[in-house]
Structure formats: structure tokens, C-alpha cells
């Protein structure tokens, strides 16, 4: 399965987004999906994930804020972003896998497919 996020943009400290990653070619029917953020100078990090079964994960730092979810048809991943702060300001990255355990979902290495990235800036 290939895929395609967006979403991105420019907003206020305080504001909200919503990311979406597409998939095409397939669905993430059995998948792990997951987003990352990278920030400049930074490694990429683990933000959030969505097992097959519907359990989800979050990074500390994103907890009550941000909310992944999927439609029913498990063609594309969402993640709400509320109340963004500017150390929120990343490139974010959607990513899947049909092999993860839990265990390995906040480890980008463990994953095989990768979207393109989409931007998001906060300003203080």
C-alpha cells in the first residue's frame, strides 16, 4: 500500500489541524499506521498509532491534544491535532506496516512504508 498525507499548514499557538493519510492501491485493512514528526535538527519521533484492532497509542507530549482515528472503510488515517504549541512544529510523516508488534510501534525502522511528509508550523 502506498501513501499520502496531508493536511498541513501554518497556524497559532492554540489552533487545531487535522493530518490525513491516504492509502492507495490497497487499504490498511490489517495495518499498523502510525505518524511521526521530525523537527528540524531532530531525529523523527513517534507521535501517534492505530493497531489493526483499532488500539491506539500516543507519545507523551501529545496525550489530550492529539487523537488518531480511521474511517470505516480503513482507507485513511486521521490525526487531530488540538491545541498546538510551537514545539509542535515538524514535518509529520504517515507510515505502515502489517508486522508490528506493539512493542516496535514507536520505532521508525520497524516500518516499511513511508507517505511523503506534510508540514505543519506553529507560530507563537
Known amino acids: 500500500v502506498q501513501l499520502q498525507a496531508s493536511g498541513g499548514g501554518l497556524v497559532q499557538t492554540g489552533n487545531s489541524l487535522r493530518l490525513s493519510c491516504a492509502a492507495s492501491?490497497?487499504?490498511?485493512?490489517?495495518?499498523?499506521v502510525s505518524w511521526f514528526r521530525q523537527a528540524t535538527g531532530q531525529e523523527r519521533a513517534f507521535v501517534a498509532g492505530i493497531r489493526w484492532n483499532g488500539y491506539t497509542l500516543y507519545a507523551d507530549s501529545v496525550k489530550g491534544r492529539f487523537t488518531i482515528s480511521r474511517n470505516s472503510a480503513k482507507t485513511t488515517v486521521y490525526l487531530q491535532m488540538n491545541s498546538l504549541k510551537p514545539e509542535d512544529t515538524a514535518i509529520y510523516y504517515c507510515t505502515a506496516d502489517p508486522r508490528i508488534i506493539l512493542s516496535s510501534i514507536g520505532i521508525p525502522s520497524s516500518y516499511h512504508s513511508w507517505g511523503q511528509g506534510t508540514q505543519v508550523t506553529v507560530s507563537s
Open positions: 492501491g490497497g487499504t490498511f485493512s490489517g495495518y499498523t
